[in-house]
């Protein structure tokens, strides 16, 4: 049976091929973990939240044959769709995408001649949408439960960041630290009222 450490091994023969690699190795595990949909995602941080919210609903995404990959970066979706889409593993293909890159991921999409729409759109991004579906006191809780109030409030006294709404400086500041993103991606769907999931991440886990 699939498992996670086979899941994260094809991630990264994924990773390999996308710089260039052999696919030998991707379309091995990819037949081996019986894989149908492939969810790209920009990032650690969004991987974080669609694991975190995919437990929550009891799936097993590994089981039900969805591989999620982070491609690290948006500018990434079209070798990523071209390697796991229709011309290279004939991957279903979604994931999420923020609402200033969604033409560039529309045209990736055309290129691998994927069905469309295939991506669930980001209001601005997804950080954007969990500020809103917890709000700013909720999330500054979970800042304070997790020990990181000091570094709220020191950040909060820089010139840089007064003014600024506090939904915007909340999303800045979960990406001032190296890990603080992907933690708190996991957190904030952790704390989600399950009947106030933003929409394009609900939308997402129902689609695959």
């Known amino acids: 049976m699939a498992d996670v450490a086979d899941m994260g091994a094809f991630r990264e023969a994924v990773g390999r091929w996308a710089a260039g690699g052999p696919a030998g190795r991707a379309t091995e595990l990819a037949a081996q973990l019986g894989l149908r949909t492939a969810v790209l995602l920009e990032g650690p941080?969004?991987?974080a939240a669609v694991e975190a919210l995919a437990a929550r609903r009891g799936r097993d995404l590994v089981a039900e044959g969805v591989c999620v990959i982070p491609?690290?970066?948006a500018m990434s979706v079209g070798r990523y769709a071209g390697l796991l889409g229709p011309p290279g593993l004939g991957l279903r293909l979604t994931g999420l995408c923020d609402e200033r890159e969604q033409s560039y991921y529309e045209r990736a999409l055309r290129r691998a001649r994927a069905?469309?729409?295939g991506f669930f759109v980001c209001a601005a991004d997804l950080e954007a949408e969990l500020v809103r579906a917890l709000g700013p006191a909720a999330i500054e809780e979970i800042i304070a439960a997790e020990g990181d109030l000091r570094a709220w409030q020191?950040?909060?006294?820089?010139?840089?960041?007064?003014?600024?709404?506090?939904?915007?400086?909340?999303?800045?500041?979960?990406g001032t630290k190296k890990g603080r993103k992907i933690?708190?991606?996991?957190?904030?769907?952790?704390?989600l009222d399950l009947?106030?999931?933003?929409?394009?991440?609900?939308?997402?886990l129902a689609s695959v």
Do not use: I
Not at 154 to 170: D, E, I, M, N, V
Not at 183 to 191: I, P, W
Not at 195 to 204: C, G, N
């Open 45 to 47: 941080s969004d991987l």
């Open 71 to 73: 491609m690290g970066g």
């Open 115 to 117: 069905p469309r729409p």
């Open 154 to 174: 020191t950040f909060l006294r820089q010139p840089a960041h007064h003014g600024r709404a506090r939904s915007r400086q909340l999303r800045r500041f979960l």
């Open 183 to 191: 933690r708190y991606g996991h957190l904030l769907v952790e704390a």
């Open 195 to 204: 009947t106030a999931v933003p929409a394009p991440l609900d939308a997402l």
